[in-house]
């Protein structure tokens, strides 16, 4: 149980430098982002701390900081889990997608109101800022966001919340963390590999499916100026006379296809270094060098440890349910109410 809550503090801490980024959908869909969020290792041992028999489920409001606005909204856990899935998962997924993903920002949900870490969030539960927690969108901005198509996916999305609101997921008689985000490789992360700790519920899982998605690759070029430029902003420094052919060295993959480690001019960087540094979707790329320009071929969305929703999209319409597509993303875990 020690070395499980030191794995814990470590990932809450590096989840908060991990980039947040969204797909590109039409007005009618979330933008799903990797679930990011901010911990101090005072909270996650409150978090710990934490028992069944201790849930704060029983107060049924959540206080959200809506970080734009700069204010605090206490809204119903109900309407919490609705303005959270809309902000994190397309409407156009299949139900029992949209049942995990509550599930799954519920867990998120009542895990942070359980901390108690709320001097970090103007005094709230959590807030609506991705980089910070999860995603919510009010109704009056789900109404902006769907316009002619509200009644149809405010409907379907309540439907959903309602069959499964009160359900959570566990680990060890804990909250789990319960990362997800867009599209995975086509075999989801462990939190080992991306953050560097042990986490027994998030570790690496086949989801065939993602590679059926449309946006599963991505190519980003930059010009040998660029690349030296931003290569510069690493502490990493090629002469511009230099065959950037030259300076691409050995590279450590994990099973999923994520960069661990890349030598660059003789320097070890993370993957995830050089994602965030060319603003790529993924740390799962290939790198093609030429004298004048550098292409990444990335493939996947986001860090991909936990859920994958496109992944989840997919078992659900092969006919899984959506306990069967949480139990499949993570590991060991029990759905409790």
Request: aromatic share 10%; with cysteine; glycine share 6%.
């Amino acid at each position: 149980m020690k070395n499980y809550i030191i794995s814990i503090v470590f990932i809450f801490i590096s989840l908060i430098t991990t980039p947040v980024i969204a797909l590109t959908e039409d007005s009618n869909k979330a933008k799903p982002t990797d679930y990011s969020t901010e911990y101090t290792e005072n909270s996650v041992a409150e978090t710990n701390n934490f028992s069944e028999e201790g849930t704060q489920k029983s107060n049924t409001e959540i206080t959200v900081f809506l970080s734009k606005q700069k204010k605090n909204l206490t809204v119903s856990e109900f309407e919490y889990v609705c303005g959270s899935v809309a902000a994190e998962m397309p409407l156009t997924y299949h139900e029992e997608a949209l049942k995990a993903q509550a599930v799954a920002c519920y867990t998120n949900g009542l895990r942070l109101k359980a901390s108690g870490n709320k001097e970090k969030v103007n005094g709230a539960d959590i807030s609506n800022d991705t980089s910070v927690h999860q995603g919510y969108l009010t109704k009056e901005e789900r109404k902006a966001k769907w316009g002619s198509d509200y009644e149809k996916y405010e409907a379907k999305l309540e439907k959903s919340v309602t069959e499964v609101l009160g359900q959570y997921l566990t680990y060890d008689g804990e909250y789990c963390l319960c990362a997800f985000s867009a599209i995975c490789t086509g075999t989801t992360e462990s939190a080992q590999n991306v953050w560097g700790s042990k986490v027994p519920y998030l570790v690496s899982v086949k989801s065939s499916g993602d590679t059926l998605s449309p946006a599963y690759s991505t190519t980003n070029t930059f010009t040998k100026s660029q690349f030296i430029s931003i290569m510069k902003d690493l502490d990493v420094s090629i002469s511009a006379k230099t065959n950037l052919k030259d300076v691409i060295g050995k590279e450590k993959l994990s099973k999923a296809g994520t960069v661990l480690k890349i030598e660059i001019a003789n320097k070890e960087l993370s993957g995830e270094q050089i994602r965030k540094a060319f603003s790529l979707k993924s740390a799962a790329f290939k790198i093609q060098a030429t004298e004048k320009e550098v292409t990444f071929k990335v493939s996947g969305y986001g860090h991909g440890v936990g859920m994958s929703q496109y992944g989840a999209d997919f078992m659900a319409r092969q006919g899984s349910t959506y306990d069967e597509i949480l139990m499949h993303y993570y590991k060991g875990t029990e759905i409790k109410k």
